[in-house]
């Protein structure tokens, strides 16, 4: 298996929530994190969310190389991904556990670009994303999340 951090140094870049569906996420330099439920604050948090419906993430690298693949540039808010990392693979966490601040997560599955996203921002966004379009995780022991705070791999 990869190391998702590879030595690097892995980061929170920017948080973003949305309290409506479809709303455009707005940044937030810090946001609390409910095991079992999701973020304060976003529309998905519930008391019984769907597996990998807590907490999405997004790497700061996916978006520069659609930018540098497909030209087109996508903000971290326009993603609609909750956390915006820089330093982790976070397709190698799918299965696996972490820590984003305080928090610790597990990774469910891979946050695949859908038409949803692409109808909402440009033409090419799907292909661009492919396999490179976040991680949908569920939230295993609650905390804050922060700009700043380090991104870790569990044992």
Known sequence: MTDPYDGRVS?????????ERGGLPAPVPRVTAHAGR????EYH?????????AITLIAA?????????AGIELSH???RRNVLTRGVDLNALVGRRFRVGAVECEGVELCEPCNRLAKLTERGVLRGLVHRG?????IVRGG???????VSALA
């Open 45 to 53: 948090r519930s008391d019984s969310p769907e597996a990998g419906q």
């Open 77 to 79: 808010e326009a993603s």
């Open 144 to 150: 804050e999340i922060a700009v700043g705070d380090p």
């Open 134 to 138: 976040g991680l949908r995780a569920d």
């Open 11 to 19: 980061v929170v870049e920017q948080i973003a929530i949305s309290a």
């Open 38 to 41: 999701g973020l304060e604050g």
């Open 61 to 69: 690298e996916a978006l520069e190389g659609l930018r540098e693949d």
